[in-house]
């Protein structure tokens, strides 16, 4: 039986998430997956999480030795988005989608669902902390850990989720829309980071 290698390496992926990650085994970011996949109510290779795929993708490209809770940070940073109440969109009618209020409140329960569910499984306390840490300052930064995070966040953020807030303009109006992309631009920390984003910041202001 002849197999193509696209097919071949589909079902790896498929059955073995972790090897994405270099073929090194991250037993806890396997379940953080399953976690946040089943959180969000989808399947584990749905679309939807492609924004958390990318953000673990560009988290490697800016630091290749990148060890599991800074993964598991990447691929959990927007947890407290499944346990929302409101559908986002409505959220934004009156308020600014970089509102300060919203996101330390997004940060701080991630971080806490987070850090809940990994001393449930047993976790190590010192990995718990990190990950705490660097999901309470995803959106802002501060030290060099959350900026990692925050930097993978905003790429990944202009590769995949930029065009569904464009769909949003009609709704929120195009500077609410342009405030939201600038900033996820703006607060990218690293030289190499802004690097990357720049041509997808660029594509992305092209479609506004
Ligand atoms: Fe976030
Ligand atoms: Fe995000």
Redo the contacts with the bound molecule.
Sequence with gaps: MIIKKSALMEWLRNNYSNISCKDRHFNMLDKVKQFVNESFGKGVNEKGSEHFEQTIYWAQQLKPDADEPILIAAYA??IARAFRKENSEETFKNRELDDPEI?KE??EE?ARIMADFLRKEGYDEGSIKRVYDMIRR??EGGDEESDLIKDA?SISYLEINAVKHIKWIDNLGKDKIKNKIDWMYNRISSDKAKELANPLYEKVLSLI
């Design positions: 940073h927007d996101l997004h940060q991630g995803h959106e966040d």
